[in-house]
């Protein structure tokens, strides 16, 4: 193949040229420079590897192993090309890699399969760039549209439009494909748990729904000295009976509930003054889309009575909201009795961090098997995972599309 | 008197000149042109009262009723004329005019008094320039020294000792007074008491003591939707669990105990990730040492009994720490008795607020009086007290040094 890769461990490191920073880590945020060259690589790979390649309308980029019969339906596999700024060099990556390593293989070893089979590498999946996610899977499945990016700007406040033209997309239409029957997507688990528990394969039952928070609570500031504690109205006192409440209610729900406040802003935060206004934020995850509402309905109630207790004034808004996606069953049980005829231990998980997946289980049977990833450390130059489990995941997803394709 | 003030609310106004901001707060930090103009405008006046002025050799500025009686002691009154950025009008203010008011009413009616009656205008108090507060009693008590301001600079990188020489003052000598016997403070009360329980007098029984403490909490980073609640090593819940104790703990205390938590910073404070890192400061107060030291040890021992469940590292720093200061009793019985035969409400509290008179406590007999402050507001452009409220003050004063010293 001279200029691209022939193993897998050679494959993340090839790519993981595409946007290197100085510490290690790769940026190859949606439109950049990196990112156009990472795609015009891959695109000259899989073309090296006999698939037919193209590029829709908004830059997501396919390789397509054709079936004889033209009227087959496509089993599309694949992950994002695009990266949060410094990450890792598997999230996405490996999904596309292994994607098409996969119909190389079964190309050279079986042919033409019955179903089309096309590896995608999305344009976009992290956010990073522009204020927008799953923009590459958002456009496949018809669920986003061009208005989803009207008024978008990045950072340096270039438009998501201006962005687009300038790599040389953005016809105005998009013709969303009626021919794609499963969507598989193979990915590193970003998370612990197969570390912990000692397996290779994470078969995903449901992409947990998200809900994501922003909690105000406003009361008057005082001088700390002279102010008796029963005069107080102390924004910082509510918020942390809250939290607190927030943290310990949690534990009559089962272990898919995870919530977490990761930020928290306080006025006027000197030692001496009773803050008069804290703001944070609670996310709150559970692939249960009832046992998910029911908790936040909870938490919210218990917040409304401790301000209440305090004389506090609150505001619960909710700014970010996905619902939990549900992978194909059919699809895990195949998966099981691969692993389970391989001698591959494997381990039945929700998966809590979202992915191009999510969208695709509205539209047609998918699933997302992951990889373990050391430490569960992701989004970071210190990203890993062994060659091992690379070529694990790999051999289960090469078994399974020809189990499914031929 | 002619360009010098008649009356109290004229004087507020006429010393509130010096230093006045657009928004219509007083910025008067220490050795600053406005803080010249104050001081050289209140020597004006002393002399014009007939008193005796002259300036130690850091700026404090006194003006002097001398008794007949050559070996006689001081009677020492007053307060401080700095002020924060952007203060109130009557925070130290008040105590010299009522000081300067006062002596000029007795020697009037009275003529020269049996104890010398001498009136400072303390140079600084705050700490509002310099990281160094009580600069002006530290000095005149003996508990400073020109060795606590080496290597202390302003926010504008001027030295402690540049900007004094440069006021006219530094000389390396300073004489600590041997002659004053009482010293006596008149001041807003800068907190809401003296409103809510409706009284006009405040009779100071302690200035609280202060223990301030850095607490440093560390956890690890994560995913928030992939990490189990059961393996996170939060440090934001910890913290979460530590001030909902210490908030719940002071109920166990009586009602002059006082806590805050002002200032709390988190790591790396974004939505989607565990915090593995937060700072935050516990201010506490209480009048009585054992009681004060007994709460601070409680805390600390819960705050590690936290960390320690949930495997997180602690750090608890002391920064800051100030003993109590008790009022004189004798002095405090006086005043009740003025009060009670012209008919003024009073009432016995604690000042949670640090004052001049906390560090004569430890010299000479000494007390300190408080007015009402409107909403307890202090230290901002919204700081009030009715003249009525001032004027009341001022006739308790005079009735006390009347009494007093001749």
């Known amino acids: 193949m001279g200029q691209f890769p022939t193993n897998l461990a050679v494959a993340i490191d090839w790519l993981a040229s595409f946007g290197k920073e100085p510490d290690g880590g790769i940026t190859r945020t949606l439109y950049s420079q990196p990112w156009k060259e990472a795609q015009s690589a891959l695109k000259g790979w899989m073309e090296e590897a006999g698939l037919l390649t193209n590029y829709d309308s908004i830059g ?67 956010g990073s760039r522009f204020p927008l996610a799953l923009w590459g899977s958002g456009m496949m499945t018809g669920i986003y549209s061009f208005n989803d990016i009207v008024d978008i700007k990045d950072s340096e406040g270039i438009s998501f439009e201006t962005a687009m033209m300038a790599a040389g997309f953005g016809s105005p239409e998009y013709r969303v494909r009626k021919d794609i029957q499963t969507f598989i997507e193979l990915h590193i688990e970003q998370g612990p748990t197969l570390e912990k528990v000692e397996k290779s394969i994470g078969i995903v039952k449901a992409i947990v729904g998200q809900k994501r928070f922003r909690i105000t609570v406003k009361g008057e500031s005082n001088h700390v000295g002279t102010t008796s504690m029963k005069w107080r109205r102390d924004a910082l006192h509510g918020a942390v009976n809250m939290i607190h409440d927030l943290y310990e209610s949690v534990k009559e729900y089962d272990e898919d509930l995870v919530t977490s406040v990761g930020q928290l802003f306080l006025e006027p935060n000197v030692p001496n003054v009773i803050p008069n206004h804290v703001q944070f934020t609670v996310d709150a995850r559970h692939p249960n889309e009832y046992v998910l509402r029911s908790f936040c309905q909870k938490f919210t109630q218990m917040f409304q009575d401790h301000a209440k207790k305090l004389d506090l004034a609150i505001q619960v808004e909710m700014w970010h909201e996905v619902l939990p996606a549900q992978m194909d069953n059919g699809l895990n049980e195949i998966i099981q009795s691969i692993c389970t005829r391989s001698t591959i231990s494997c381990h039945w998980m929700n998966s809590g961090a979202g992915h191009d997946a999510q969208l695709f289980a509205r539209v047609c049977p998918t699933t997302i098997l992951f990889v373990p990833s050391q430490g569960g450390i992701s989004h970071s130059p210190l990203e890993y995972t062994s060659t091992k489990d690379l070529e694990t995941g790999l051999e289960i997803l090469i078994q399974l599309l020809h189990q499914l394709a031929y």
């Open 60 to 126: 997501n980029l396919f390789g397509r192993l054709t079936s004889p019969n033209h009227n087959a339906k496509t089993i599309l596999i694949g992950s994002h090309v695009d990266t949060v700024k410094s990450g890792g060099r598997y999230d996405g990556a490996y999904g596309i890699i292994a994607g098409i390593m996969a119909l190389d293989f079964l190309k050279k070893k079986y042919g033409q399969p019955a179903i089309n089979l096309e590896v995608v590498s999305f344009c976009e999946e992290e």
